[in-house]
């Protein structure tokens, strides 16, 4: 998926071994994400991980970049003028079912379908501030989905689709984290006593709460950045979880 919609280079050793990588994906005209900058350790060592992020941020010419960065490759952004934005928490663990009866919300959620691809792109593009279609349409494409309806009108959504060691969740877009909980329950249930995971900037403790009693417990964190300052989107939508940290 990730080979589809981005761009990017590999660097290889004498006999041609692969040993870096760095990729962007496009967004509309002017935005751009960029993931999958690896390096070995030796590499590393010798500055191949700025080496490689030259290349990448020679392509992405004058669009605004936001990434998600490692401890480790933290110090290697700020260098290049990239300033944090927020800190991404992972979750992850093994999945236990939810009661439907114990949420807040549980009377109008139901499998996404079809017809509802233009809704969930509107919804998106209202919470991002950018319009994200390419990389939505190529989610969905892949992944299981759920919506939530009131008044006949899509107002939050959660996607979920395999990945790694087993399933993640994400996007999920929603007016609060009620909302998200609704939302994020059927794949909860749906994956119960199988690998799942969220990334999310989300700290609301209501919505905490859930992804541990999910089974889901605080792995690692990231670094959102960005090289220019970010515009906020006006909207009553909030994002709950990323497409992946690759494609933050």
């Known amino acids: 998926m990730l080979l589809t919609l981005g761009k990017g280079f590999v660097g290889c050793d004498p006999i041609g071994r692969i040993v870096a990588s760095g990729m962007w994906f496009p967004i509309g ?7 999958m900058v ?13 080496w490689m992020m030259k290349h990448v941020m020679a392509q992405c010419e004058d669009r605004d970049i936001v990434l998600s960065s490692t401890k480790a490759g933290y110090r290697l952004y700020t260098s290049l003028s990239f300033q944090p934005v927020s800190t991404i928490f992972q979750y992850q663990g093994i999945a236990t079912s939810i009661d439907p009866s114990h949420l807040v919300v549980n009377e109008s959620v139901r499998q996404l379908e079809p017809k509802d ?6 919804l ?10 390419n990389i939505i349409k190529t989610v969905l494409e892949k992944s299981q989905g759920s919506v939530l309806v009131r008044n006949n009108k899509i107002l939050g959504f959660a996607l979920c689709r395999k990945f790694g060691r087993g399933h993640v969740i994400g996007p999920v877009v929603a007016q609060n984290s009620a909302d998200a909980i609704a939302l994020i329950a059927p794949h ?15 700290q609301d403790k209501l919505f905490t709460d859930f992804l541990n009693t999910s089974g889901m417990q605080e792995f690692d964190t990231v670094t959102a950045m960005t090289n220019k300052p970010l515009k906020k989107a006006e909207s009553e939508f909030h994002s709950f979880a990323l497409v992946s940290q690759a494609l933050a």
């Open 38 to 50: 690896i390096t070995s350790p030796r590499l590393q060592a010798l500055g191949g991980g700025r």
């Open 117 to 122: 691809t233009e809704s969930i792109l509107q």
């Open 29 to 35: 005209s002017d935005f751009t994400t960029i993931g």
């Open 188 to 202: 909860v249930n749906q994956h119960a006593g199988q690998f799942l995971r969220i990334d999310t900037a989300e």
């Open 124 to 133: 998106d593009k209202s919470t991002f501030g950018t319009d994200r279609s």
